[in-house]
């Protein structure tokens, strides 16, 4: 399954390179909306809640939701990070920079969570398709949008206009694992926090998609 996902990804961005190569050029240094997840409402509920939270006041699939995001955020970051130096779009380095912004705080609220609730904190040794802890995938192994090692190997040695396409192409489908995740929270989490970032999560990563599909020339 990963040998055909794969193959299907690489024949995408073949596919798109040059369309995405001439929006990207066209694109202005204009920055787009904010991004995804407010962490300063995390951080006033989790101190509210901590006063009088209770180990009723969560569930397994809050847990599950916390230990299953951090990883998933994790290796949205590494992806950003390569962007400065790599990417040769204004847009593109703007739109990691604003993953980073968003997404590191809410690894730093779940962790909090997780201690909290007397819950293992996932490592960064975690940050892998093969390595994630938590949430059940219904048949599946590997966490939803998340990628493996070639994967990540494929876009660090990228550069210029073909990290652009990669990069897009390949957070597009990490951001619909993400809300895919957050999706399940909302419906099944207990914990207010919790569901409540999930929230954030499905509203600012939807719009960071639609986003990165126009700078791939998708409508």
Not at 15 to 38: F, I
Not at 189 to 206: C, F, H, L
């Amino acid at each position: 399954m990963r040998n055909t996902r794969t193959l299907t990804r690489r024949a995408v961005l073949t596919a798109a390179s040059v369309t995405a190569a001439l929006v990207l050029a066209a694109c202005g240094n204009d920055s787009g909306s904010g991004s995804g997840g407010d962490a300063g409402g995390d951080s006033s509920a989790s101190s509210s809640a901590s006063a009088g939270a209770t180990a009723g006041a969560h569930n397994a699939q809050d847990v599950s939701f916390a230990q299953g995001m951090i990883p998933h955020h994790r290796q949205a970051l590494e992806m950003a990070k390569l962007a400065a130096d790599r990417a040769s779009s204004a847009k593109v380095k703007d739109l990691a920079a604003r993953v980073e912004k968003a997404q590191d705080p809410e690894i730093k609220t779940m962790s909090g969570w997780l201690r909290s609730w007397g819950e293992d904190v996932p490592t960064s040794s975690d940050s892998t398709a093969e390595s994630m802890p938590g949430m059940d995938h219904s048949g599946g192994s590997a966490m939803p949008g998340m990628m493996d090692g070639s994967d990540m190997d494929e876009l660090e040695k990228a550069s210029g206009a073909d990290f652009d396409t990669m990069f897009l192409t390949m957070m597009i489908d990490h951001h619909k694992g993400a809300v895919d995740m957050a999706g399940t929270e909302k419906s099944k989490g207990e914990y207010g926090p919790a569901t409540s970032m999930a929230d954030d999560i499905v509203t600012a990563q939807t719009a960071e998609m639609t986003e990165m599909n126009k700078l791939l020339g998708k409508s």
